[in-house]
């Protein structure tokens, strides 16, 4: 089993291009997450989707578009980059909301410049 | 104030010691999460409790519910325990799921 993959691990943009971030789980499990990692601060949710078909925002949601595609992938979308975006971003995946640990992507280094 | 605080910020220890990384949460909540984030980046679940302790190889993790106080100890250090260790909790009722404490950096020197 590879757990979480995200795709891809290293990333620059210009400020104002959007790209896509990719992430699969082959663990069957319900939820997934995406979050940020910056310097000095802890990891911060961005969105989340607690089951197939569903998704809700987290602590810091603006700027990023979701999509769970199906069971298994779940992408983050930044439509127009700024350089407030420049962080470490984070899959994550879990049987459900609660009460379950959380499994994580490698991440993905993202620069906007 | 930020709902999970983790004390210290900075380890150093010699190999061998016993480490103590504390956490302390300010909120209700339904579970505690201590994570481990490795040099490289990559983050793995260490354990997951809501009362008690748990012990897997030199790790224990201990929590009391009741002064919202959490402990994760590493018995016998050894340099590849070098990381970045984080707690976070899962809240009760919170829309945000886990909240992170900032995380404490561990340095073991052989």
């Known amino acids: 089993n590879a757990g979480v993959t995200q795709t891809p691990k290293f990333q620059v943009l210009k400020t104002g291009q959007s790209m896509t971030l990719q992430c699969a789980q082959d663990?069957?499990?319900?939820?997934m997450y995406w979050y940020r990692q910056d310097p000095g601060m802890g990891l911060r949710l961005i969105y989340y989707?607690?089951?197939?078909?569903?998704?809700d925002k987290g602590e810091v949601p603006n700027g990023y578009n979701v999509s769970r595609l199906n069971k298994r992938e779940f992408s983050l979308r930044l439509e127009s980059a700024a350089p407030s975006q420049t962080s470490v971003y984070f899959c994550?995946?879990?049987?459900?909301?609660?009460?379950?640990?959380?499994?994580f992507g490698p991440g993905t280094r993202l620069t906007v410049t | 104030k930020n709902e999970v605080e983790q004390s210290p910020q900075n380890l150093t220890a010699q190999e061998g010691e016993f480490i103590t990384i504390n956490c302390s949460y300010s909120?209700?909540?339904?579970?505690l999460h201590w994570l481990q984030q490795h040099p490289g980046g990559g983050i793995v679940s260490l354990f997951m409790?809501?009362?008690g302790k748990k012990k897997h190889g030199r790790l224990i993790a201990t929590i009391n519910i009741q002064e919202k106080h959490s402990s994760l100890h590493i018995t016998a250090s050894h340099p590849r325990d070098s990381a970045v260790y984080i707690c976070?909790?899962?809240?009760?009722?919170?829309?945000?799921?886990?909240?992170f404490g900032k995380g404490t950096k561990l340095t073991v020197n052989p």
């Open positions: 663990m069957n499990h319900n939820s």
């Open positions: 909120v209700g909540i339904s579970a």
């Open positions: 976070a909790v899962d809240t009760q009722g919170g829309s945000e799921k886990l909240v």
């Open positions: 994550a995946s879990s049987e459900a909301l609660e009460y379950y640990e959380q499994y």
């Open positions: 989707s607690a089951s197939e078909g569903t998704t």
């Open positions: 409790l809501s009362s």
